[in-house]
């Protein structure tokens, strides 16, 4: 039996080969960027339990790594601090020390990887005895005292060598505010990738473990976004735009395609995405527990982010898919 059917969309997909020739989106590693830690110490490569395959290194063992990331072809990492607990206070003072081993690291592994593009993260939380993005009084986050902490930690991220700071602490106007530290000091080749959609989410406990950065009370919804809000983020995204931002980044990504789409749809700038720890690590508990295929999944996941319209993706996968790669 035939019927005439003029359209059939079918054609299109019957070999691997014509497949390949209509797929309309792509993931390369240049789409890339690989979040890694540091913590203190020599010799140090303890895995995150939350996060098989992601691990806290010290300088040394971070440098070797490096060296097999960056023949992966990676072209970019951000690194985030893991500090002792006696070495946070309530100004985040650690954070722009002099010889802090935070800022001693991006200097060495710029020294050593002068082509690799070295994203840093701007929030007091790795730092902060109270756990918390901004500056605490009286149980209440201050947010302008906040950006006079984070103008100096910005400041001695860029005197270090970073090439991307990532302020993803939510106070209003750091933007704007960094920028201006930035300028008056002579770093106006510094980019700022904000973190300018980042809501109150439950899919970070992983990267908290990794850094031990959980809030000592409370909550962070007094400036991460709420989840139902979609027009917010619009907001955001046109005061970050017009105080200089380079980027504008959506975190998490998964369960926010909504707004990586509406953002690109709105904006000119490159739109980012943070594929976040919680995100990685529940296809990695499904995959070890034989419950999906955790490479498709891995595979879909990226094309999904790259799809509604991120430019950018920061993901923990970045390592395992440039290996696929390659």
């Known amino acids: 039996m035939s ?49 098989p395959g992601i691990y806290r290194y010290s300088l040394d063992t971070l440098l070797e790594e490096l060296k097999e990331v960056t023949d992966l072809g990676i072209k970019c990492i951000d690194l985030f601090p893991n500090y002792a607990e006696e070495k946070k206070d309530r100004f985040a003072t650690e954070s ?22 070295l994203m840093t993260d701007v929030a007091m939380d790795p730092y902060s005895s109270d756990g918390h993005d901004g500056l605490v009084e009286n149980g209440q986050i201050i947010n302008d005292a906040t950006l006079e902490i984070l103008g100096k930690m910005a400041l001695a991220q860029a005197r270090a060598g970073a090439d991307i700071l990532g302020p993803s602490d939510m106070m209003d106007g750091r933007v704007g505010y960094l920028r201006q530290v ?37 909550d962070k919804k007094t ?19 017009d105080e200089g931002a380079d980027f504008l980044m959506v975190k998490p990504a998964l ?29 990695k508990a499904a995959a070890q527990n034989n419950w ?16 509604a319209g991120a430019k950018i993706i920061l993901t923990y996968f970045a390592k395992e898919f440039a290996q696929l790669q390659a």
């Not at 691997?16 to 979040?35: G, H, K, M, Y």
């Not at 722009?96 to 593009?117: E, Q």
């Open 3 to 51: 019927f005439y059917i003029p359209r059939r969309p079918r054609r299109n997909r019957q070999s691997a080969a014509i497949r390949d020739l209509v797929q309309e989106t792509s993931v390369a590693v240049n789409d890339l960027i690989f979040p890694m830690f540091i913590v203190e110490g020599a010799g140090v490569r303890s895995e995150v339990k939350s996060m």
């Open 292 to 307: 999906l295929d955790g490479t498709r999944a891995m595979l879909e996941v990226l094309l999904s982010i790259r799809r």
């Open 96 to 117: 722009h020390r002099d010889g802090t081993m935070y800022l001693d690291a991006l200097k060495a592994v710029k020294d050593r990887f002068p082509d690799l593009a």
């Open 182 to 218: 930035l300028d008056d000091e002579g770093f106006t080749n510094v980019s700022i990738m904000s973190y300018t959609a980042k809501y109150a989410s439950a899919f970070y406990g992983p990267f908290r473990d990794a850094l031990d950065s959980a809030p000592r009370f409370g």
């Open 223 to 241: 400036y991460q976004m709420n989840p139902a809000n979609v027009r917010e983020a619009l907001i955001e995204a046109e005061l970050d735009y």
């Open 255 to 283: 369960a926010y395609l909504d707004i990586i789409k509406t953002l690109n749809q709105n904006f000119d700038l490159p739109i980012a995405a943070y594929n976040v720890s919680g995100e990685y690590a529940m296809i």
